[in-house]
T-cell receptor, first 118, second 112 residues
Framework: AQKVTQAQTEISVVEKEDVTLDCVYE???????LFWYKQPPSGELVFLIR??????QNEISGRYSWNFQKSTSSFNFTITASQVVDSAVYFC???????????????FGTGTLLAVQP | DAGVIQSPRHEVTEMGQEVTLRCKPI?????LFWYRQTMMRGLELLIY????????DSGMPEDRFSAKMPNASFSTLKIQPSEPRDSAVYFC??????????FGPGTRLTVT
């Protein structure tokens, strides 16, 4: 069965600190996709990144970086030099390859609330 | 390009009334998803369509919920009759073959 676990319910940091959000997933498929979404206080869900199961290369985008390790079934997200605007709920999600190559549903973790204090 | 459009943004209704939520996906996207977000259950998929055809409706809570996608640019989620436990934020998302799903702003439904 598919499952995404975000063990950290809430994290509070002071501005400019680095913070890592953990994500552990379970799937029996060999082809799958992992995602991170951001939900700011305004409520919308903002796509941040997608990784394919066959590409374990880590990725950096500005202050954001992602560490994908198949050996530990983890896809962790690090924010460097956090800012108040980073305050949001962050969701990790898993999707298996869909029917006929179509996009399949997302299985979401329970989210981590990040509060960045000034 | 416009993102996913949902209407209404907020809906307050009385128990027993019919509620219709609407979604316009991003032009060119061939998959459409309806999710529900509650404090108790988090984000969960209700139903999704590929090329206007329902593929997986296993998340639809019960017969009171129905969804349609009559064409590539429009979908509805209907609740009849509504109940207080249906109160939630309902998100519509769309995707092309790239697998990323782009979400609309959501409809906050309150059933009193």
């Amino acid at each position: 069965a598919q499952k995404v676990t975000q063990a950290q319910t809430e994290i509070s940091v002071v501005e400019k600190e680095d913070v890592t959000l953990d994500c552990v997933y379970e799937t029996r498929d060999t082809t799958y996709y992992l995602f991170w979404y951001k939900q700011p206080p305004s409520g919308e869900l903002v796509f941040l990144i997608r990784r394919n199961s066959f590409d374990e290369q880590n990725e950096i985008s500005g202050r954001y970086s992602w560490n994908f390790q198949k050996s530990t079934s983890s896809f962790n997200f690090t924010i460097t030099a956090s800012q108040v605007v980073d305050s949001a709920v962050y969701f990790c999600a898993l999707s298996e390859a869909g029917y006929g190559g179509a996009t399949n549903k997302l299985i979401f973790g329970t989210g981590t609330l990040l509060a960045v204090q000034p | 390009d416009a993102g996913v459009i949902q209407s209404p943004r907020h809906e307050v209704t009385e128990m027993g009334q019919e509620v219709t939520l609407r979604c316009k996906p991003i032009s060119g996207h061939n998959s459409l998803f309806w999710y529900r977000q509650t404090m108790m259950r988090g984000l969960e998929l209700l139903i999704y369509f590929n090329n206007n055809v329902p593929i997986d409706d296993s998340g639809m809570p019960e017969d009171r919920f129905s969804a349609k996608m009559p064409n590539a640019s429009f979908s509805t989620l209907k609740i009849q009759p509504s109940e207080p436990r249906d109160s939630a934020v309902y998100f519509c998302a769309s995707s092309s073959d790239s697998y990323e799903q782009y979400f609309g702003p959501g409809t906050r439904l309150t059933v009193t």
